[in-house]
């Protein structure tokens, strides 16, 4: 049963940058794309950007271009979430999900943990 | 972006009640909608796919139904387990999530 597993709890000043890691788990991510998502404490979801390991594709929200970048390591099965220039506003939980698709539908069906990013001077 | 807005925001029932929950498109999405659970602490939990597919392991009693700009999940009979924030997703491009409707406990 593959899991997706990240990294821990991070603490960063303003303006500097946080890479979190999702590792598969007891399987490849190869051949799914892989999302990250954030929730900021007490409100919704909002998909950052994703990957799609074979070709290293990568998409990003528009509100994150220029300092969001995304990538994968194949030979430890994991993806990065690097964000530069934090905020206070970055402070939320960032989770990765894989990004399968069936009947050319597209959905997250497996989700890590989350880790808890806290941007505080 | 496409823009999503579910209703209510959040609602009170009863185990055993049914429960609808409503989300609305900003432009039309055919059937890209997705249903997530989550409760709090957790992860998400994808329920329903393609707007009325009901992901491998998710009880009967949730179902999804919709297409265009206008989706409803519906639980036929609320469980204890049940009490959670629900958020649909659209999946055309580029993803989207609602705001979330909280289900409580009356």
């Known amino acids: 049963q593959v899991q997706l597993v990240q990294s821990g709890a991070e603490v960063k000043k303003p303006g500097s940058s946080v890479k979190v890691s999702c590792t598969a788990s007891g399987g490849t991510f190869s051949f799914y794309a892989i999302a990250w998502v954030r929730q900021a404490p007490g409100q919704g979801l909002e998909w950052m950007g994703g990957i799609f390991p074979v070709t290293d594709t990568t998409t990003y929200a528009q509100k994150f271009q220029g300092r969001l970048t995304i990538t994968t390591d194949k030979s430890t099965n994991t993806a990065y979430m690097d964000l530069s220039s934090l905020t206070s506003e970055d402070t939320a939980v960032y989770f990765c999900a894989r990004d399968d698709r069936r009947d050319g539908r597209w959905y997250f069906d497996l989700w890590g943990r989350g880790t808890l990013v806290t941007v505080s001077s | 972006d496409i823009q999503m807005t579910q209703s209510p925001s959040s609602l009170s029932a009863s185990v055993g009640d049914r429960v609808t929950i409503s989300c609305r498109a900003s432009q039309i999405i055919s059937t890209y909608l997705n249903w997530y659970q989550q409760k709090p602490g957790k992860d998400p939990k994808l329920l329903i796919y393609?707007?009325?597919n009901l992901q491998s392991g998710v009880p009967s009693r949730f179902s999804g139904s919709g297409s265009g700009t206008d989706f409803t999940l519906t639980i036929s009979s609320l469980q204890p387990e049940d009490f959670a924030t629900y958020f649909c997703?659209?999946?055309?491009?580029?993803?989207?999530f609602g705001q979330g409707t909280i289900v409580e406990i009356k």
């Open positions: 997703q659209q999946s055309y491009t580029p993803y989207t």
């Open positions: 393609g707007a009325s």
